[in-house]
């Protein structure tokens, strides 16, 4: 490969001036500041979890947001990757195939392909997928400047 200019770090993503390229990247490195790019799937960074995987296709800062994350993440059958948690940051979570349960604020109802989840700035929430078949979505998180 040729040597390739970083210009931008997102976490398990190295976007290039040339190409993109996958590679882990440490926890601790910080967001770096976005710019328009697109990332296919099979360079997306993918983080294994007990219950499921992530494929992270952007995190950094962009002009008005900080920590921005975008995603998708892949539940495996009677599974979380977490439990239902809350965070200074907006997100919204987009199921894509499979089903489950929603939780937002103490309140559950079932989640369908389809569907949209919105969170505010620290409202608890989460998805479990109680189906027969991976409970696949897209996840958008970020927080203002």
């Not at 398990?12 to 490195?29: C, F, H, K």
């Not at 907006?90 to 894509?96: A, D, G, R, T, V």
């Amino acid at each position: 490969m040729n040597h390739l200019t970083v210009k931008h770090c997102v976490t398990g993503v190295l976007l290039t001036t040339a190409a993109t390229i996958a590679l882990p990247v440490n926890a601790a490195d910080k967001p770096t500041q976005l710019t328009s790019a697109i990332v296919s799937q099979k360079d997306a960074h993918i983080t294994h979890y007990e219950g499921g995987d992530f494929h992270t296709y952007f995190y950094g800062d962009t002009p008005l947001t900080k920590g921005a994350i975008t995603g998708v993440a892949v539940i495996k059958p009677n599974n979380e990757i977490h439990p239902a948690h809350q965070h200074p940051d907006e997100e919204y979570l987009m199921i894509l195939e499979g089903s489950g349960t929603w939780t937002l604020n103490g309140k559950s109802q079932a989640a369908h392909t389809g569907d949209i989840l919105f969170a505010a700035p620290n409202d608890v929430h989460g998805i479990y997928n109680n189906g027969d078949v991976p409970l696949k979505f897209v996840v958008v998180r970020y927080q203002a400047k």
